[in-house]
């Protein structure tokens, strides 16, 4: 029977998005009532909220290292990965029309990427191990005289696998100074850029982009506390790309709109606040993340785990119980009070399972079977000890009624 009263709520999908950080609710009071002025206006309401956006820029830029100048805020994780995809391909379009990304990023970057290619672009799709690790071999061999930007993500938020960025950017580096040498033209040609959707691991990881060496980094408030609709665009100094959003010029020209200002000044208290939590954070997710992995691999017969063994992120697990369709599982968790998301998503009226779990390998059964618990500050044992308690109770009623399923 429904109790609200008595029902538990356990939320394990923080990849989806976090609770927005109390310390950053109240950081973020101000800029809805009291300091209100437009940052583009000269008189003292105006500065009050430049001043905001200021702090901001420093509080994000200081997670990154970058500088305050090379961040740009924008609207969303999604409108950083269109700005960073389309704003080099169109600066870029005189020297060249490839570019290079991965067949697990995000639908920002796939559907961006296939928006370019409808527009006369050619896009390599790389192909990544049964972990989910981009193939190297094939990056070096796929860049070419023509590409201009390399786009592959820091972690994925499905299966949780880091990628290999600094090998990467070595390979990319190591292509540009043979380009370079090979023209000895004296004309400057532009270098192929490298971006990466660090959406899932800003805030949660390190993420230094002078340690990456990226040219392009994505990330979105909402993802580590802070909260929804503002994202920023990491821009290297001298990286040619261009602006999409035009009007205003606001944001050094780069991405014209009056300024989100309390949104922003929320993203600046979780980056200061990030800063200084995450490793506790990602320790404490970590732990957790291993109990429950095991736990469901031992006590849930023909469970895989999807993904990379060890590097992937503290708080991501994602299993395929098979004969199971993972939409059944979900409802039934959601039932006792547990939320997590799956790779397929029949109500949604697509049959396709996720592109990444096919893009591992997996079959597509086995991609309809997946779950995804993704885990975060708030995560406790006894919440992972009861999804241990109810899941595998859910598994054995669902397949006692699944025609697949032979004892
Ligand atoms: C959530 C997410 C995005 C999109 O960010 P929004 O701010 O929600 O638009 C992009 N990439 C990855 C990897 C994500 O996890």
Redesign the pocket.
């Known amino acids: 029977m429904l109790n609200l009263a008595k029902m538990k709520s356990i939320y394990l999908d923080y ?3 976090t609770p927005t950080h109390e310390l950053v609710v109240a950081e973020m009071q101000p800029y809805h009532a009291c300091v209100f002025g437009n940052p583009s206006s000269l008189h003292h309401f105006g500065r009050d909220g430049k001043r905001a956006l200021d702090l901001a820029r420093d509080q994000l830029a200081a997670l990154l290292n970058a500088d305050p100048e090379e961040i740009v805020f924008t609207g ?6 269109n700005f960073a995809l389309k704003g080099v391909a169109y600066a870029q379009a005189e020297r060249g029309r490839h570019i290079i990304t991965s067949k697990i ?2 639908h ?2 796939l559907e961006s990427a296939a928006f370019l290619e409808s527009q006369g672009w050619r896009v390599t799709y790389l192909n990544v191990d049964t972990n989910g690790v981009v193939d190297l071999d094939e990056l070096q061999k796929a860049l070419t005289p023509e590409t201009v930007l390399v786009s592959i ?1 820091h ?3 499905e299966i949780g696998t880091i990628q290999p960025v600094e090998k990467i950017a070595e390979i990319i580096r190591q292509f540009n100074l043979r380009q370079r040498s090979e023209k000895n033209s004296g004309v400057a040609a532009s270098p192929v850029y490298f971006h990466t ?1 660090a ?2 691991t800003a805030g949660i990881l390190g993420v230094d982009v002078k340690k990456m060496r990226v040219d392009l980094l ?1 990330v ?4 580590f506390y802070g909260p ?4 920023a665009l990491y821009i290297n100094k001298g990286t040619r790309i261009s602006s999409f959003m035009h009007g205003g010029g606001q944001e050094r020209g780069r991405r014209a709109s009056t300024e989100n200002v309390a949104g922003i000044a929320g993203f600046g208290k979780a980056a200061e606040i990030a800063q200084k939590e995450r490793k506790g954070w990602a320790e404490h997710a970590a732990k957790l993340r291993d109990k429950l992995t095991e736990g469901i691999l031992k006590t849930i017969p023909d469970s895989i785990l999807n993904g990379h063994p060890t590097e992937r992120l503290p708080g991501n697990v994602n299993v395929s119980i098979k004969y199971v369709e993972g939409e059944a599982m979900l409802l039934n968790l959601d039932m006792q009070g547990i939320a997590c998301s799956t790779g397929s998503a029949c109500s949604s009226g697509s049959l396709e399972p996720s592109h990444i779990l096919l893009a591992i390998g997996r079959t597509h059964a086995d991609a309809h079977s997946s779950l995804r618990f993704s885990l975060g500050r708030h995560t406790t044992e006894e919440d992972i000890d009861f999804v241990l308690e109810v899941l595998p109770k859910i598994v054995s009623r669902l397949r006692a009624m699944s025609p697949l399923y032979k004892k």
Not at 76 to 81: F, H, I, K, N, W
Not at 220 to 223: C, E, F, L, R, V
Not at 228 to 231: I, L, R, T
């Open positions: 990849a989806a998005t969303s994780g999604t409108e950083a990965d990023e995000h920002a970057i993500m972690a994925n938020n959707d959406v899932q994505s979105s408030a909402h993802k929804k609709g503002v994202g």
